[in-house]
């Protein structure tokens, strides 16, 4: 009997990832067992480029789609973060689990908290929403491209005499580098990337076996929070090469839903919130989305794209 294969990139945090999705869909798959397919992506090839130099969209994703159009893999492991808001054809996100901790974490071994920063201290970074929020709270930072898996950052944290740099807390948590974290940063002012701390599980559109089984791992209000955090950002035109940040919660039925865009240099900001049933969660994310037009944030979008052309 074939077992069930799980795609995923090779890196120690993408292993941590599918391992945790393996370890649950074990039981589901048994007799068939679970397998992982590790698949080199772009992003993983070129670990010098700027994020942005490289297109951006689906670097860290699309080598593991065309794994599983291939049938050479089920179903594929994401950060849901990495995963594109348009669909490829043919595939359909299937599944979310519970989402883990998604904010960000300053990290440093020279000072204690963010607001310890002297001027001109040099923060490293590679993604384009942290360097806009961290501009915007404080312009006189000297930023530092940072590429590299989660133990690379770190090393170079110290080989570059950095000041800090910026992590996500759920790379960290998860290979048990939580003790690393000097300070989590608000989420007021550093709204994580949608889909932060979440895994997508996606699957072929008619492979309604391995579909079936992904969904036993799904949890509702992640789904519903994720969902309505990429529905604001398909909705703003916007992936990882415009600043957007978002954060979401559901209580006791009820979505909320915050988001942010910035221009690059972080000189302008603009923020909306919305509320709306976490059974709508599609409708959440384009009303707010719609907010944030309404508050300025064509303009800012027009302005990078102004620039980037």
């Known amino acids: 009997m074939t077992p069930l294969k799980l795609g995923t990139r090779g890196s120690p945090l993408a292993l941590w990832q599918a391992r945790f999705v393996e370890s649950h869909l074990a039981p589901l798959a048994d007799p068939r067992g679970v397998e992982l397919v590790l698949i080199e992506t772009t992003g993983d090839r070129d670990q010098a480029s700027a994020l942005s130099a490289m297109g951006g969209f689906g670097v860290f994703t699309k080598a593991i789609q ?20 348009i669909p490829t054809e043919g595939l359909e996100l299937a599944a979310v689990p519970a989402r883990g901790p998604n904010r960000d974490a300053f990290v440093s071994r020279k000072w204690m908290r963010f607001d310890d920063l002297p001027t001109g201290a040099m ?22 491209e940072l590429r590299g898996n989660v133990d690379t950052r770190l090393r170079k944290l110290d080989e570059q005499s950095l000041d800090a740099i910026i ?7 998860r290979l048990g580098l939580a003790d690393r974290i000097t300070e989590l940063l608000d989420p007021q002012w550093m709204l994580p990337a949608v889909g932060q701390g979440a895994i997508g599980l996606e699957c072929r559109t008619h492979d309604h076996a391995s ?29 990882c090469l415009v600043p957007i940040g978002a954060t979401s919660t559901v209580t006791d039925g009820v979505l909320t839903l915050r988001g942010a865009v910035l221009t690059v240099d972080g000189t302008r900001k603009v923020v909306a919130s919305h509320t709306g049933p976490a059974s709508t969660p599609l409708a959440v994310g384009q009303e707010l989305a ?3 037009f309404d508050e300025g944030a064509a303009d800012l979008l027009k302005s990078y794209n102004s620039t980037s052309s």
């Open 123 to 144: 923060v490293g970074t590679s993604s384009l929403r942290r360097r806009s929020m961290l501009l915007n709270q404080r312009p006189d930072l000297k930023l530092v």
């Open 66 to 85: 065309d794994a599983l159009l291939a049938n050479r893999a089920d179903i594929a492991v994401h950060s849901l973060k990495d995963m594109p808001t």
């Open 290 to 292: 719609a907010k944030l």
């Open 211 to 239: 579909r079936h089984l992904a969904e036993g791992l799904n949890d509702p209000d992640t789904w519903a929070r994720v969902t309505a955090e990429r529905a604001m950002l398909a909705a703003l035109g916007g992936g």
């Open 167 to 173: 992590l996500a807390e759920a790379g960290l948590v």
